[in-house]
C-alpha cells in the first residue's frame, strides 16, 4: 500500500488527524529503517557463507566422481561372483551326474553279480537267494538299465545279457516260484508255504503271493470246517453242550479267521511292508471264505433245527389269532395251549419252551459274529496306524467297512436275527398269555403269581435281546415287550375290573337280585362272588404294582443298554431313548387302568354304602338347647357311628389292598364323604348349640380320615370345615375376622364363593336374612 | 466427524430379528398336495381348525408327544432318500439299503408350540421285514411309498399299509401315499401315473402326493404337510381328553342316578315279593 493510499485513506479532516497520522508514519519510517540496518548487518555473514558454498561446490564434484567409480567396481565384483557361483553350480551337477554314474556302475556290477548269482541259485534251488538277487534287480530303475545299455555302445552286449538273462530269471523265479508254491499246497507242508510266501513279495509279486497264500489257508480252514461241521452234533454231545452245538461250531469257525489274521499280520508287515493295501487284501479274500462256511454251517442249523418249520408255524399261528379276534385279552387266554382251527379241530402250537433253547443259540451266533467284526476292525486299526501312510488310512478302513456291510456273513446274520426277532417274540408272548392264564393267587399276598412271572419273562426277553449285541434288535424286543405288555397284559388285567366289583349285599336290591337268581339257578353264589371280588382287588393290585415294576425295568434295562453299548452314536440314542419312551407309555396306560379299578369300588362299593349312613345324620336334629346337648353327647353321637362304620368299610379294604391302592381308595372315600355330608348338612337346620356339634364332629371326622392314610386328605376336607365353621359363628359380625385372609393367617383360602357362604349361613336358623344380605363379602 | 457419521448411520437401531427355519416353522396348516386327492381335511378349510388355534391360546400349554412317522414300502423306493433330502437336504444317487430301521428326529415350531417329528425310516427287503415290523406299533402317521416308475411297487402299497395298520389297532393313523422318483418321468406318463396313484389312494383313504428327492419337488411341503396335520389331530386328541375327564364327573353322576333308580325297581320288586311270599 503506498503512502498517498494511505493519505487518501486515512480522514485528514482535523489539524489533530493530521498530527497524528504524521506521527505514525514517522514511526513506521522508524520501524523501517531498523529492518534495514538490522538486514545490513547481516550482510558480511551472508557473502562469507556464500563463498563457503562455492568453495565446498569443487569438493562434491569429485565425490561424485568417486562414487560413480565405486559403482562399477561392485557391478564388476557382482559379475564375477555370479560367474563362480555358476562354475559351482555346474561343479555340483557334474558331482550328481558323477555320483549317478557310479551307481549305474554299481548297478552293472550288481547286474552282472545278479545274473551270475541268479542262475546259480537257481540251479542250485536256493530260491532266497535267487529272489534276493531279483529284488535287487528289481530295485533298480529298468528305464535306466535300458538306456545305459544303449549308452555303453561296446560293451552293449555283456549288459544288455545281464538284463535278459535277469528278466528271463524273474520270470522263471516267479513262475517257478509258484509252480513250488502249489506242490507245497498240494503236499500240504506248510514249512514251505510260508517259506515261500515269504518270498513273493522278494519277486514283486505281493498280490499273488497274498492270493496264493490266503486262497492255501482258505483251504485248509474249508476241509477243517468241513469235517467239523459234519462232527458238530457229536463234538456238541462230547461237550455236553448240545443246545449251542452250532454256535459253538460257529465260534470255532470264526476263531479260526481270526487266527489267521492275528498270527499273519506280523508276517504281512515284516515281508510285504511296502504294499499297504495287503492285509486288507488278505482280509477280503479270507471274508469271501467265512462267509461260504457259516452258509454252509446256517444250512445245516436251519435244517437240524427245524427253523423254517418253526417259523412257519409261529406265523400261522400269529396270523390265526390276529385273524382270530379283536378281542385279545380274554379269547387269547382260553385259547392257550392251543388254538382252534377254522376248521374246527384244534392242532398244538408250538410250545415257547422248545424254540427257547434255539433262541438262546441264535443269541450266542449273533454276538460271536458282532465280536468278530469288532476284532478284525481293531487288528485292523493296529495294522494300519503302524504301517499305512496317513493319507491312505481312511481309504482303508473304509474298504473294510465296505466289505463287512457287503459280506454274505453280514446279510445272514441279518436274516438270522430276524427269526429271532420272530420266535422271541412268539416266546414272549406265549410264555406271558402262559403266565396270565397260570395265574395263581396266594392268601396273605397282596398281588398274584402273573405280575412277577410277566415281568421275568419280559426282563428275561430284553437281556436276551442284549446279548445279540444289536441295537436295532433290542429296540425291536423292547417295542413288542412294549405291545405285549399294552396288549395282552393290560387286557387281562382289566378284565374282571370291567366286571365290576360286586357289593356285597350291602346294597339291598342286589342283595335281593342275587337271592332271586340263586334260587332261579338253585345253587349259592356268595362264595362265587367272594371269587370275583377278591380277584377284582387282586389286579388292582396288580396293576399298581405293574406301575411300580415297569418303572424298575424301565430303569435297569437304561442302565444295562448304556453297559452293553457303551460306545453309541447319537441317533443310536435317540433310537434307544425313543423304544424306552414306549415302556413309560405303557405306565400311563397301567395307571389309567388302576384310575379305572378305583372308579368302579367307588361307585359299586363306597357310594351304596354311604348313603344309609349319611341318611342317618338326617335323624339327628341340630336344633338342640343345652339339656339336649348334653344328652345327645351323653349318647352315641353321628360321628362316632358314622367313623365306626368307615373303619369297618375301610378295615374290609386294607389287608387286601395294596398301600398305595388303599391310599387312593382312603383319598376316594374322603371326596365322597365330604360331598355327600355338604348334601346333608344344606338339607337341615343349625342353631348356634347345633353349629357346635357339627363343628365338633367335621373335626373328628377329619382327624379320622388323616389318621388312616399317609396320604393328605386334609386338603379335601378343608371345605366341609369352612363350612363347619361358618355355621359355628357366635354372630355373623364374627364372619369379617375370618374372612379376610390378613386377619387370620392359620386358615388357609376360602373354598367357598360368598354365594355359597351366604347360603350356608341361611342354614342357621338364629341368624337374619337380612343380617345375612348385609354382609360385605 | 467421521464417527458423528458413523453414530448417524447406527442411528436407526437394528431390529432384533430372530431366525426362523421357514421349513420347519409353521403358523398355517400347509395346503394339501392336490385338494382332490385328500381324504384327511373334507371338513376343515385350508387352515388349522378354530378349536384347535383356539385351545392353543390357553394358558396352559399342552403337553406333546413327538409324533411317529413311519415310512414303509418297496425296497429301493427311496424312503431314505426323501427323509435325507428333508432332514439333511441331500441326495445320494447310489442305492444303499437300509438295515432295520433309521432314525431321525426333526423339530419343529407351529404356531409357537414346539413340535418333534419322528421319523421311522424302515428297510423294505424282506429279511428286514421282523425287525421293521416291530417299529410299526404307535404310529402317528404312515408314510406308504411306491416308485412312479414301477407300477408294480404301487400295487404292493396296498400289503404294506395293511400290515402297518396291523400294529396300530387302537388309535387310526393318519395315512400317506407318497409317490417317488417324479422326475424321472415325462410330462405324459407323471399325468397318467398320477391318476392311477389318485385312485389307490383313494382305496386306501390315503392322501396322495407326488415327490422327488433328487430334485427337492415337494419334498420339503410334504413333510410340513404331515406335521402340520399331525400337529392338528395330536390337539385334538388332547382337546376329547379334557372333554372326557368332563364328562367322567358327569357320569359317575348318572350312575349315581342309575344307583336310585335300582332302589325304585327293588321297591317295586319287593311288592311282587311280598305278593309271592303270600302266595306261598
Same mark, same amino acid.
Given at each position: 500500500? +503506498?503512502?498517498?493510499?494511505?493519505?487518501?485513506?486515512?480522514?485528514? =479532516?482535523?489539524?489533530?488527524?493530521?498530527?497524528?497520522?504524521?506521527?505514525?508514519?514517522?514511526?513506521?519510517?522508524?520501524?523501517?529503517?531498523?529492518?534495514?540496518?538490522?538486514?545490513?548487518?547481516?550482510?558480511?555473514?551472508?557473502?562469507?557463507?556464500?563463498?563457503?558454498?562455492?568453495?565446498?561446490?569443487?569438493?562434491?564434484?569429485?565425490?561424485?566422481?568417486?562414487?560413480?567409480?565405486?559403482?562399477?567396481?561392485?557391478?564388476?565384483?557382482?559379475?564375477?561372483?555370479?560367474?563362480?557361483?555358476?562354475?559351482?553350480?555346474?561343479?555340483?551337477?557334474?558331482?550328481?551326474?558323477?555320483?549317478?554314474?557310479?551307481?549305474?556302475?554299481?548297478?552293472?556290477?550288481?547286474?552282472?553279480?545278479?545274473?551270475?548269482?541268479?542262475?546259480?541259485?537257481? =540251479?542250485?534251488?536256493?530260491?532266497?537267494?535267487?529272489?534276493?538277487?531279483?529284488?535287487?534287480?528289481?530295485?533298480?530303475?529298468?528305464?535306466?538299465?535300458?538306456?545305459?545299455?544303449?549308452?555303453?555302445?561296446?560293451?552293449?552286449?555283456?549288459?544288455?545279457?545281464?538284463?535278459?538273462?535277469?528278466?528271463?530269471?524273474?520270470?522263471?523265479?516267479?513262475?517257478?516260484?509258484?509252480?513250488?508254491?502249489?506242490?507245497?499246497?498240494?503236499?500240504?507242508?506248510?514249512?514251505?508255504?510260508?517259506?515261500?510266501?515269504?518270498?513273493?513279495?522278494?519277486? =514283486?509279486?505281493?498280490?499273488?503271493?497274498?492270493?496264493?497264500?490266503?486262497?492255501?489257508?482258505?483251504?485248509?480252514?474249508?476241509?477243517?470246517?468241513?469235517?467239523?461241521?459234519?462232527?458238530?452234533?457229536?463234538?456238541?454231545?462230547?461237550?455236553?453242550?448240545?443246545?449251542?452245538?452250532?454256535?459253538?461250531?460257529?465260534?470255532?469257525?470264526?476263531?479260526?479267521?481270526?487266527?489267521?489274521?492275528?498270527?499273519?499280520?506280523?508276517?504281512?508287515?515284516?515281508?510285504?511292508?511296502?504294499?499297504?493295501?495287503?492285509?486288507?487284501?488278505?482280509?477280503?479274500?479270507?471274508?469271501?471264505?467265512?462267509?461260504?462256511?457259516?452258509?454252509?454251517?446256517?444250512?445245516?442249523?436251519?435244517?437240524?433245527?427245524?427253523?423254517?418249520?418253526?417259523?412257519?408255524?409261529?406265523?400261522?399261528?400269529?396270523?390265526?389269532?390276529?385273524?382270530?379276534?379283536?378281542?385279545?385279552? +380274554?379269547?387269547?387266554?382260553?385259547?392257550?395251549?392251543?388254538?382252534?382251527?377254522?376248521?374246527?379241530?384244534?392242532?398244538?402250537?408250538?410250545?415257547?419252551?422248545?424254540?427257547?433253547?434255539?433262541?438262546?443259540?441264535?443269541?450266542?451266533?449273533?454276538?460271536?459274529?458282532?465280536?468278530?467284526?469288532?476284532?478284525?476292525?481293531?487288528?485292523?486299526?493296529?495294522?494300519?496306524?503302524?504301517?499305512?501312510?496317513? #493319507?491312505?488310512?481312511?481309504?482303508?478302513?473304509?474298504?473294510?467297512?465296505?466289505?463287512? #456291510?457287503?459280506?454274505?456273513?453280514?446279510?445272514?446274520?441279518?436274516?438270522?436275527?430276524?427269526?429271532?426277532?420272530?420266535?422271541?417274540?412268539?416266546?414272549?408272548?406265549?410264555?406271558?398269555?402262559?403266565?396270565?392264564?397260570?395265574?395263581?393267587?396266594?392268601?396273605?399276598?397282596?398281588?398274584?403269581?402273573?405280575?412277577?412271572?410277566?415281568?421275568?419273562?419280559?426282563?428275561?426277553?430284553?437281556?436276551?435281546?442284549?446279548?445279540?449285541?444289536?441295537?436295532?434288535?433290542?429296540?425291536?424286543? !423292547?417295542?413288542?415287550?412294549?405291545?405285549?405288555?399294552?396288549?395282552?397284559?393290560?387286557?387281562?388285567?382289566?378284565?374282571?375290573?370291567?366286571?365290576?366289583?360286586?357289593?356285597?349285599?350291602?346294597?339291598?336290591?342286589?342283595?335281593?337280585?342275587?337271592?332271586?337268581?340263586?334260587?332261579?339257578?338253585?345253587?349259592?353264589?356268595?362264595?362265587?362272588?367272594?371269587?370275583?371280588? =377278591?380277584?377284582?382287588?387282586?389286579?388292582?393290585?396288580?396293576?399298581?404294582?405293574?406301575?411300580?415294576?415297569?418303572?424298575?425295568?424301565?430303569?435297569?434295562?437304561?442302565?444295562? !443298554?448304556?453297559? &452293553?453299548?457303551?460306545?453309541? +452314536?447319537?441317533?443310536?440314542?435317540?433310537?434307544?431313548?425313543?423304544?424306552? &419312551?414306549?415302556?413309560?407309555?405303557?405306565?400311563?396306560?397301567?395307571?389309567?387302568?388302576?384310575?379305572?379299578?378305583?372308579?368302579?369300588?367307588?361307585?359299586?362299593? !363306597?357310594?351304596?354304602?354311604?348313603?344309609?349312613?349319611?341318611?342317618?345324620?338326617?335323624?339327628?336334629?341340630?336344633?338342640?338347647?343345652?339339656?339336649?346337648?348334653?344328652?345327645?353327647?351323653?349318647?352315641?353321637?353321628?360321628?362316632?357311628?358314622?367313623?365306626?362304620?368307615?373303619?369297618?368299610? @375301610?378295615?374290609?379294604?386294607?389287608?387286601?389292598? +395294596?398301600?398305595?391302592?388303599?391310599?387312593?381308595?382312603?383319598?376316594?372315600?374322603?371326596?365322597?364323604?365330604?360331598?355327600?355330608?355338604?348334601?346333608?348338612?344344606?338339607?337341615?337346620?343349625?342353631?348356634?348349640?347345633?353349629?357346635?356339634?357339627?363343628?365338633?364332629?367335621?373335626?373328628?371326622?377329619?382327624?379320622?380320615?388323616?389318621?388312616?392314610?399317609?396320604?393328605?386328605?386334609?386338603?379335601?376336607?378343608?371345605?366341609?370345615?369352612?363350612?363347619?365353621?361358618?355355621?359355628?359363628?357366635?354372630?355373623?359380625?364374627?364372619?369379617?375376622?375370618?374372612?379376610?385372609?390378613?386377619?387370620?393367617?392359620?386358615?388357609?383360602?376360602?373354598?367357598?364363593?360368598?354365594?355359597?357362604?351366604?347360603?350356608?349361613? &341361611? @342354614?342357621?336358623?338364629?341368624?337374619?336374612?337380612?343380617?345375612?344380605?348385609?354382609?360385605?363379602? | 466427524?467421521?464417527?458423528?457419521?458413523?453414530?448417524?448411520?447406527?442411528?436407526?437401531?437394528?431390529?432384533?430379528?430372530?431366525?426362523?427355519?421357514?421349513?420347519?416353522?409353521? *403358523?398355517?396348516?400347509?395346503?394339501?398336495?392336490?385338494?382332490?386327492?385328500?381324504?384327511?381335511?373334507?371338513? *376343515?378349510?385350508?387352515?388349522? /381348525?378354530?378349536?384347535?388355534?383356539?385351545?392353543?391360546?390357553?394358558?396352559?400349554?399342552?403337553?406333546?408327544?413327538?409324533?411317529?412317522?413311519?415310512?414303509?414300502?418297496?425296497?429301493?423306493?427311496?424312503?431314505?432318500?426323501?427323509?435325507?433330502?428333508?432332514?439333511?437336504?441331500?441326495?445320494?444317487?447310489?442305492?444303499?439299503?437300509?438295515?432295520?430301521?433309521?432314525?431321525?428326529?426333526?423339530?419343529?415350531?407351529?404356531?409357537?408350540?414346539?413340535?418333534?417329528?419322528?421319523?421311522?425310516?424302515?428297510?423294505?427287503?424282506?429279511?428286514?421285514?421282523?425287525? %421293521?415290523?416291530?417299529?410299526?406299533?404307535? %404310529?402317528?402317521?404312515?408314510?406308504?411309498?411306491?416308485?412312479?416308475?414301477?407300477?408294480?411297487?404301487?400295487?404292493?402299497?396296498?400289503?404294506?399299509?395293511?400290515?402297518?395298520?396291523?400294529?396300530?389297532?387302537?388309535?387310526?393313523?393318519?395315512?400317506?401315499?407318497?409317490?417317488?422318483?417324479?422326475?424321472?418321468?415325462?410330462?405324459?406318463?407323471?399325468?397318467?401315473?398320477?391318476?392311477?396313484?389318485?385312485?389307490?389312494?383313494?382305496?386306501?383313504?390315503?392322501?396322495?402326493?407326488?415327490?422327488? /428327492?433328487?430334485?427337492?419337488?415337494?419334498?420339503?411341503?410334504?413333510?410340513?404337510?404331515?406335521?402340520?396335520?399331525?400337529?392338528?389331530?395330536?390337539?385334538?386328541?388332547?382337546?376329547?381328553?379334557?372333554?372326557?375327564?368332563?364328562?367322567?364327573?358327569?357320569?359317575?353322576?348318572?350312575?349315581?342316578?342309575?344307583?336310585?333308580?335300582?332302589?325304585?325297581?327293588?321297591?317295586?320288586?319287593?311288592?311282587?315279593?311280598?305278593?309271592?311270599?303270600?302266595?306261598?
Amino acid at each position: 500500500m +503506498s503512502v498517498v493510499d494511505q493519505l487518501s485513506a486515512l480522514d485528514l =479532516g482535523t489539524n489533530g488527524q493530521v498530527d497524528e497520522t504524521l506521527q505514525r508514519i514517522a514511526e513506521e519510517e522508524a520501524k523501517v529503517n531498523e529492518k534495514l540496518e538490522a538486514l545490513l548487518a547481516k550482510q558480511c555473514q551472508i557473502e562469507s557463507k556464500m563463498s563457503g558454498i562455492g568453495r565446498s561446490l569443487t569438493l562434491l564434484h569429485t565425490v561424485d566422481s568417486d562414487s560413480s567409480k565405486l559403482n562399477a567396481q561392485i557391478v564388476n565384483t557382482a559379475q564375477l561372483a555370479e560367474s563362480v557361483s555358476a562354475k559351482v553350480r555346474r561343479l555340483d551337477l557334474a558331482r550328481c551326474r558323477a555320483s549317478e554314474c557310479q551307481q549305474r556302475v554299481h548297478d552293472l556290477i550288481d547286474l552282472h553279480l545278479c545274473s551270475q548269482g541268479v542262475i546259480k541259485a537257481i =540251479g542250485e534251488e536256493d530260491y532266497e537267494k535267487s529272489a534276493m538277487h531279483i529284488a535287487r534287480f528289481l530295485a533298480m530303475d529298468q528305464q535306466l538299465l535300458r538306456r545305459t545299455a544303449d549308452d555303453v555302445q561296446g560293451s552293449i552286449t555283456s549288459v544288455s545279457d545281464a538284463v535278459k538273462t535277469l528278466e528271463d530269471a524273474t520270470e522263471k523265479t516267479r513262475v517257478l516260484i509258484a509252480k513250488r508254491f502249489d506242490e507245497a499246497v498240494k503236499s500240504d507242508d506248510l514249512a514251505s508255504v510260508e517259506r515261500f510266501f515269504k518270498i513273493f513279495p522278494l519277486i =514283486g509279486c505281493h498280490r499273488i503271493g497274498i492270493e496264493k497264500f490266503s486262497t492255501y489257508i482258505c483251504q485248509k480252514l474249508a476241509s477243517k470246517a468241513q469235517k467239523e461241521l459234519r462232527n458238530a452234533q457229536d463234538i456238541a454231545k462230547a461237550e455236553s453242550r448240545l443246545q449251542l452245538a452250532y454256535a459253538d461250531r460257529l465260534t470255532a469257525i470264526l476263531e479260526n479267521f481270526a487266527r489267521v489274521v492275528e498270527v499273519n499280520q506280523p508276517i504281512i508287515e515284516a515281508f510285504y511292508g511296502q504294499a499297504s493295501a495287503s492285509l486288507i487284501d488278505m482280509v477280503a479274500i479270507l471274508q469271501h471264505e467265512c462267509d461260504a462256511e457259516v452258509k454252509n454251517l446256517l444250512m445245516e442249523f436251519n435244517k437240524n433245527r427245524q427253523i423254517q418249520y418253526r417259523s412257519k408255524q409261529v406265523n400261522e399261528s400269529t396270523q390265526k389269532s390276529a385273524a382270530g379276534g379283536g378281542s385279545v385279552g +380274554s379269547n387269547s387266554i382260553q385259547a392257550l395251549g392251543h388254538y382252534r382251527k377254522p376248521s374246527g379241530g384244534s392242532v398244538d402250537k408250538l410250545n415257547p419252551k422248545e424254540i427257547d433253547a434255539i433262541i438262546a443259540e441264535i443269541t450266542v451266533m449273533h454276538a460271536r459274529v458282532e465280536l468278530y467284526f469288532r476284532f478284525m476292525r481293531r487288528r485292523l486299526q493296529v495294522h494300519i496306524e503302524t504301517c499305512v501312510p496317513e #493319507k491312505e488310512q481312511m481309504e482303508i478302513m473304509e474298504r473294510y467297512e465296505k466289505i463287512m #456291510k457287503n459280506s454274505d456273513l453280514r446279510r445272514q446274520m441279518q436274516e438270522i436275527l430276524s427269526t429271532y426277532l420272530l420266535l422271541e417274540r412268539y416266546f414272549m408272548e406265549e410264555s406271558v398269555l402262559k403266565a396270565i392264564g397260570l395265574d395263581a393267587y396266594e392268601p396273605g399276598q397282596q398281588c398274584s403269581s402273573m405280575v412277577d412271572d410277566v415281568f421275568f419273562i419280559l426282563r428275561k426277553s430284553i437281556r436276551r435281546a442284549l446279548t445279540t449285541q444289536s441295537i436295532n434288535g433290542t429296540c425291536a424286543v !423292547i417295542n413288542n415287550v412294549a405291545a405285549c405288555l399294552d396288549g395282552d397284559f393290560v387286557a387281562a388285567l382289566k378284565a374282571p375290573l370291567k366286571n365290576g366289583y360286586p357289593s356285597g349285599y350291602i346294597d339291598l336290591a342286589q342283595a335281593y337280585n342275587a337271592i332271586q337268581t340263586t334260587l332261579q339257578q338253585g345253587k349259592l353264589h356268595s362264595s362265587d362272588a367272594d371269587r370275583v371280588r =377278591g380277584n377284582f382287588l387282586v389286579q388292582l393290585n396288580n396293576a399298581d404294582i405293574s406301575t411300580e415294576y415297569i418303572e424298575t425295568l424301565w430303569q435297569t434295562m437304561e442302565q444295562e !443298554i448304556a453297559g &452293553t453299548f457303551p460306545q453309541t +452314536s447319537p441317533v443310536e440314542r435317540q433310537l434307544l431313548d425313543s423304544c424306552l &419312551t414306549e415302556l413309560k407309555a405303557v405306565r400311563d396306560t397301567l395307571k389309567a387302568t388302576v384310575d379305572f379299578g378305583m372308579q368302579q369300588l367307588r361307585s359299586s362299593v !363306597i357310594k351304596p354304602r354311604l348313603n344309609p349312613w349319611i341318611n342317618q345324620f338326617l335323624n339327628y336334629s341340630h336344633n338342640l338347647n343345652e339339656e339336649e346337648l348334653a344328652a345327645y353327647e351323653a349318647g352315641e353321637t353321628f360321628v362316632q357311628f358314622f367313623i365306626v362304620q368307615l373303619d369297618g368299610l @375301610l378295615n374290609s379294604f386294607k389287608s387286601s389292598l +395294596s398301600p398305595r391302592n388303599y391310599d387312593a381308595l382312603v383319598s376316594i372315600l374322603a371326596t365322597e364323604v365330604t360331598i355327600q355330608l355338604e348334601r346333608a348338612i344344606k338339607k337341615i337346620s343349625f342353631n348356634r348349640l347345633g353349629g357346635l356339634v357339627l363343628d365338633q364332629e367335621v373335626r373328628a371326622l377329619g382327624s379320622y380320615l388323616t389318621g388312616a392314610t399317609s396320604w393328605s386328605v386334609r386338603d379335601k376336607m378343608t371345605r366341609i370345615s369352612q363350612i363347619a365353621t361358618l355355621l359355628n359363628l357366635d354372630k355373623i359380625s364374627e364372619l369379617s375376622e375370618y374372612w379376610s385372609p390378613e386377619n387370620n393367617k392359620e386358615m388357609s383360602t376360602w373354598h367357598l364363593t360368598p354365594n355359597e357362604v351366604r347360603t350356608f349361613l &341361611t @342354614l342357621r336358623s338364629d341368624f337374619r336374612i337380612e343380617d345375612i344380605k348385609r354382609l360385605q363379602l | 466427524m467421521p464417527h458423528l457419521l458413523r453414530q448417524n448411520l447406527l442411528l436407526p437401531a437394528p431390529p432384533t430379528v430372530v431366525m426362523h427355519d421357514p421349513r420347519t416353522h409353521l *403358523r398355517h396348516l400347509p395346503p394339501a398336495y392336490s385338494p382332490a386327492q385328500t381324504p384327511l381335511s373334507r371338513d *376343515r378349510e385350508r387352515d388349522f /381348525a378354530p378349536q384347535v388355534r383356539y385351545h392353543l391360546e390357553l394358558p396352559r400349554r399342552p403337553k406333546l408327544r413327538p409324533c411317529k412317522v413311519i415310512f414303509v414300502g418297496d425296497c429301493s423306493v427311496g424312503k431314505t432318500a426323501i427323509v435325507n433330502r428333508f432332514c439333511f437336504d441331500k441326495f445320494q444317487s447310489n442305492y444303499k439299503a437300509t438295515i432295520g430301521v433309521d432314525f431321525e428326529l426333526e423339530n419343529f415350531s407351529i404356531l409357537g408350540h414346539n413340535y418333534g417329528l419322528e421319523m421311522w425310516d424302515t428297510a423294505g427287503q424282506e429279511r428286514f421285514k421282523c425287525i %421293521a415290523g416291530a417299529y410299526y406299533r404307535n %404310529a402317528s402317521v404312515i408314510v406308504v411309498t411306491f416308485d412312479m416308475t414301477k407300477r408294480e411297487t404301487l400295487e404292493s402299497a396296498k400289503k404294506w399299509l395293511n400290515s402297518a395298520l396291523n400294529y396300530n389297532t387302537g388309535q387310526k393313523p393318519l395315512i400317506f401315499l407318497a409317490g417317488t422318483k417324479a422326475d424321472l418321468l415325462t410330462k405324459e406318463e407323471f399325468v397318467r401315473m398320477e391318476r392311477v396313484a389318485g385312485l389307490a389312494a383313494s382305496e386306501m383313504q390315503a392322501e396322495y402326493w407326488s415327490v422327488s /428327492a433328487r430334485s427337492g419337488f415337494k419334498v420339503t411341503e410334504l413333510f410340513q404337510r404331515i406335521a402340520g396335520l399331525a400337529f392338528e389331530e395330536a390337539i385334538k386328541q388332547e382337546i376329547k381328553y379334557h372333554k372326557g375327564t368332563a364328562q367322567e364327573k358327569g357320569k359317575t353322576d348318572t350312575s349315581a342316578k342309575s344307583q336310585t333308580f335300582d332302589l325304585r325297581n327293588f321297591i317295586s320288586s319287593r311288592f311282587a315279593r311280598q305278593k309271592s311270599g303270600c302266595a306261598c
